[in-house]
């Protein structure tokens, strides 16, 4: 289960990338610009748009990277089975003897419920990452909107 966590997790981060990627402009140096010109212009705007939007593209993707990884799983099932183990076998024993039989019937309850909470914990990191990813596409989008607006402001052509 974590495996596949860390996976989505990872196909997450490179889709943000991907997308990134994809919402750049296009910057074509219509009036004739030089090579140096347009890099110039290019990394104005960027500040400008920065400045502008309180976006920063760099710490954005780093703190998606950051971002902590899930809880560690590992042997919440066991500890769940044996809790309930020891609580069945508890009520077992009180209910008439029922030693063994109380402390199966207790750990699969206990195992059981630690699976729901650990899938339920899991769905909720997988909406949090989405919502995380979401905004900060969002965001992403608008800083580029900014720089091709700049961009477009210093005569060149933007797509």
């Not at 889709?15 to 610009?33: D, F, M, R, T, V």
């Not at 750990?107 to 909720?124: H, N, Y």
Request: aromatic share 4%; glycine share 16%.
């Amino acid at each position: 289960m974590q495996r596949i966590v860390r996976l989505l997790i990872g196909l997450t981060l490179s889709a943000l990338a991907l997308s990134a990627a994809a919402q750049q402009p296009i910057i074509y140096p219509a009036k004739g610009q030089s090579p140096e010109r347009q890099r110039t212009d290019t990394a104005e705007c960027q500040a400008w748009a920065q400045q502008t939007t309180g976006v920063n593209p760099v710490a954005l993707a780093e703190h998606m990277a950051n971002s902590p990884p899930p809880q560690e799983q590992q042997g919440r099932l066991l500890r769940g089975a044996g809790g309930g183990a020891l609580f069945g076998t508890l009520i077992g024993g009180a209910a008439g003897g029922h030693w063994g039989e109380g402390a199966g019937i207790g750990a699969l309850v206990g195992a059981m419920g630690s699976g729901m909470r650990m899938r339920r914990e899991q769905q909720q990191a997988s909406v949090q990452q989405a919502g995380m990813q979401q905004q900060a596409s969002g965001q992403l989008s608008t800083y580029n909107r900014a720089v091709a607006a700049c961009i477009t402001g210093r005569g060149y052509t933007v797509e």
